[in-house]
């Protein structure tokens, strides 16, 4: 996941300057606790929204709490960033409303939104270190650093959902998202992030115990929930441990589902370590919020995007 905060520079002090930001221990005090406060309320608000994606990117609450503090520090120091720790805390104070639609797509809230220094094209790893209402940093998947950009209006091109203005979902182009009950096709037609296309209309997921059908999957596994083929009913996931067996409709915790090519018997892998080897498409997966750039489990640190 893309943790989203810096905290602050000062500019005109004769030492600190965009380049090399000055903070003192006061200044590191306060942003410690913004930073914990900030990965406190993020990551409870991802749980209550997609609690079986906390449970395989990072195992439990937690843990996510753990790997988002220290994102969020190295972020303190970033050039031209415009945050600070009170900026920081009132956005974290914001995830307790934020619209689940945004929280599982990684966009943060409109409070949280900080303009910096950096204009379109700068090289950046944090979205508040890039100019205007609407700058953001832009980024790949499989990337830690990205270019300061603009966020897209209706039509503007876009690879997902985070490079769209606020409100507006990702189909190649940024649109406006229909309505529940409204119809959808899933390409022009699209549904917000928490709820499903079925049947040419966006429908709420189905809960658990709810009537499936498997090639039209609309449980809600957002909640950790799958239709199962032989109950045709919504069921929860098993979630298996690191080691265990794995198959349809178990998840693994704190890692993923891998084939062993010889024996063709499935079993649950770790997330790879920081630093360690990866595969995006084939697994191991990285620990979130570390990505796998160049086949390694590498973590955010944008004062190193220059």
């Known amino acids: 996941m893309r943790a989203p905060w810096a905290a602050w520079i000062i500019i005109g002090v004769a030492s600190c300057s965009v380049r090399s930001p000055c903070i003192g221990s006061g200044a590191s005090s306060d942003a ?31 843990r996510c709490i753990e790997r988002s503090k220290p994102v969020c520090a190295s972020a303190l120091g970033a050039i031209g960033t415009g945050q600070s720790p009170d900026r920081v805390e009132s956005c974290a104070q914001s995830y307790d409303s934020a619209s689940c639609d945004e929280v599982v797509v990684a966009k943060p809230p409109l409070a949280c939104e900080v303009p910096g220094l950096l204009p379109n094209g700068a090289p950046c790893g944090d979205d508040s270190q890039c100019s205007g209402p609407k700058g953001y940093c832009r980024m790949a998947n499989d990337a830690t650093c990205g270019t300061c950009a603009v966020l897209g209006p209706p039509g503007a091109g876009c690879y997902g959902d985070r490079d769209c203005e606020h409100g507006l979902v990702c189909y190649f182009t940024c649109m406006a998202p229909v309505a529940l009950g409204a119809e959808c096709d899933g390409m022009r037609r699209q549904c917000p992030a928490t709820l499903v296309c079925l049947n040419y209309a966006c429908h709420l997921p189905s809960p658990a115990g709810a009537p499936c059908d498997p090639r039209g999957d609309a449980c809600d596994r957002d909640r950790g929930l799958f239709c199962d083929p032989q109950t045709r009913s919504c069921s929860p996931y098993t979630l298996a441990e690191v080691g265990a067996p794995c198959g349809a409709g178990m998840a693994c915790r704190a890692g993923s589902c891998a084939t062993n090519p010889s024996t063709q018997k499935a079993t649950c892998v770790a997330n790879a370590a920081d630093g360690a080897a990866c595969d995006a498409t084939s697994g191991p997966s990285c620990m979130a919020p570390a990505r796998c750039v160049d086949g390694k489990c590498k973590v955010p640190d944008a004062t190193r995007c220059f």
């Not at 993020?42 to 929204?49: A, K, T």
């Not at 079986?52 to 195992?59: C, H, M, P």
């Open 32 to 62: 410690d606790r913004a930073c914990a406060d900030w990965a406190n309320h993020y990551c409870n608000r991802l749980e209550s929204c997609a609690p079986l994606s906390v449970q395989i990117a990072y195992g439990d609450v937690a």
